[in-house]
């Protein structure tokens, strides 16, 4: 009797480990479709934010261009020619051209400078 009871629970056994591993496998796959559905708001998340910079940024550029084309009409309708600039003229041409005349200030410097200003005040 002995005998049976245990051949039974041996022939339970595999079957048990079966289930268990069905249950793993169903819960694992739960996850797996979780974790997709979480990636992919993120992924709607990111769209719009980059969406949204893609915006700023072509507004940016268009109002830039409109500044650039402002500077130019301005250089239009002086009086100077284009030999003989005047001094407005010709500091417009060289900041278009990228080549400011106004000093570059050195972001290190100015960082440390705020910084002396910050600590003076303490
Ligand atoms: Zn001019």
């Known amino acids: ?3 049976v009871r ?3 629970k041996q022939q339970k056994l595999p ?3 079966l289930r268990d591993n069905l249950e793993a496998i169903d819960r694992i796959r739960t996850d797996a479709v979780n974790d997709i559905e979480s990636l992919t708001e993120t992924f709607q998340h990111m769209a719009l ?3 949204s910079v893609q915006q700023n940024y072509k507004a940016l550029l268009a109002h830039n261009q409109l500044l650039k084309d402002t500077l130019l009409c301005i ?3 002086c ?3 284009q030999k003989t600039r005047c001094d ?3 500091r417009i041409l060289q900041i278009l051209a990228g080549n400011n005349p106004e000093p570059q200030i050195n972001a290190a410097r100015k960082y440390q400078a705020i910084l002396t200003q910050i600590r003076n005040l303490g």
Do not use: A, G, Y
């Open 1 to 3: 009797m002995q005998k």
């Open 6 to 8: 245990n051949l039974k």
């Open 15 to 17: 079957e048990s480990r």
């Open 49 to 51: 934010v980059t969406e």
């Open 75 to 77: 250089i239009d309708e």
């Open 79 to 81: 009086d100077c020619c």
């Open 88 to 90: 407005r003229c010709q």
